[in-house]
């Protein structure tokens, strides 16, 4: 079965691309940890995102006993899902475990009753204050039992992967059968200007690679999962200059972190090429930023199938009884 894709915007480019180089875990959950304090006045993009992902949960009559919330940052999805699903345990995961602490902090002072009759529901209701775990992990290699939670939520995370498709096959392992998967991420056009500036400049890597939506559709095939729904649309940032958008993206963490990335700092001389190799790009006084924002979501089915296809058969031996 092919997934469906719908897409707001045609993109020009060949649908071929090289796989992402190696990215490092330890560079990222640094590089995430370091931007933690600071986040928050920085991810306008991330909040955008993960808001119009979190308005296609109305599209789906589903009510989660449990949700993970992979790659959950400082928290901003972990109140959209509260919103949506206020009876559901949420479970937060993050690499980074700063983003995590900020993430367990904003739980905590939301769940913090106004006054004493708050208080005194808290304590004799169940659900009257909101259940949240917090578990610093890679959402490569989840620390939790197969089959085990009904829906998994990821915005802004899955780009991260050293190997999407085995990411997703961990995502379907964990996913109850007929659970579902809700996730954004970016796509090969994010950050086209910038890597385009960078060619001027060397052949260095110095922008991430990105996955394309339809191969992210074959891998979800090919994870197990049915009924995958992709789209994309893109979004752009303006600046006044490059100095602010570099900021902005070491604001979030968001550096390129694969291991053949260039070390070292970049010297005044080729930061005046980069300078000039994007001010070819500048429309009515700003430089602009695109990022191509992938939103997908598939379920896993009833699981009585291998991701290689093959059919799962429960057999049940009863006990032979002598005499």
């Known amino acids: 079965m092919r997934p469906f894709f719908r897409m707001r915007k045609k993109s ?6 090289a796989r992402p180089a190696l990215l490092d875990k330890h560079e990222i959950a640094r590089s995430f940890g370091r931007a933690a304090v600071h986040y928050d006045a920085n991810a306008v993009l991330q909040r955008e995102v993960t808001s119009r992902l979190a308005e296609r949960l109305g599209l789906f009559k589903y009510l989660p006993a449990r949700i993970l919330d992979a790659g959950c940052g400082t928290g901003h999805g972990l109140s959209l899902l509260r919103a949506a699903y206020p009876e559901a ?5 993050d690499l980074a475990l700063p983003m ?3 993430a367990r902090s904003k739980n905590e002072e939301t769940s913090r009753p106004a006054n004493w009759l708050g208080k005194l529901r808290q304590r004799f209701s169940p659900h009257a204050s909101s259940l949240t775990q917090h578990v610093c992990a890679d959402m490569e290699h989840l620390p939790f039992k197969t089959s085990s939670l009904p829906m998994l939520w990821s915005s802004l995370a899955l780009q991260w992967a050293n190997d999407m498709e085995n990411c997703l096959r ?10 579902l998967l809700v996730f954004a991420t970016f796509g090969p056009d994010t950050l086209k200007e910038l890597r385009q500036a960078f060619a001027c400049v060397d052949g260095g890597e110095h922008v991430s690679r990105f996955t394309d939506m339809h191969d992210i559709g074959d891998m979800l095939i090919h994870a197990g999962f049915q009924h995958p729904v992709m789209e994309m649309e893109m979004l752009t940032l303006t600046y006044s ?19 053949s990335r260039p ?3 970049m010297g005044k001389s080729a930061w005046r090429q980069l300078e000039a190799a994007y001010e070819e790009f500048r429309k009515d006084g700003r430089l602009p930023s695109s990022y191509e924002v992938i939103y997908g979501h598939a379920w896993a089915g009833d699981k009585t199938r ?7 058969i429960q057999m049940k031996i009863a006990a032979r009884r002598d005499g």
């Open 89 to 93: 345990e949420l479970i937060a995961l």
């Open 263 to 265: 070390r070292g700092m």
């Open 100 to 102: 995590l602490e900020i």
């Open 241 to 259: 200059d490059l100095k602010s958008l570099m900021r902005d993206l070491k604001g979030v963490g968001a550096h390129n972190a694969a291991t």
């Open 306 to 312: 291998l991701a290689d296809g093959r059919q799962v």
């Open 170 to 179: 961990e995502w379907y392992r964990v996913l109850a059968p007929n659970g």
């Open 12 to 17: 020009q480019r060949s649908w071929q691309m």
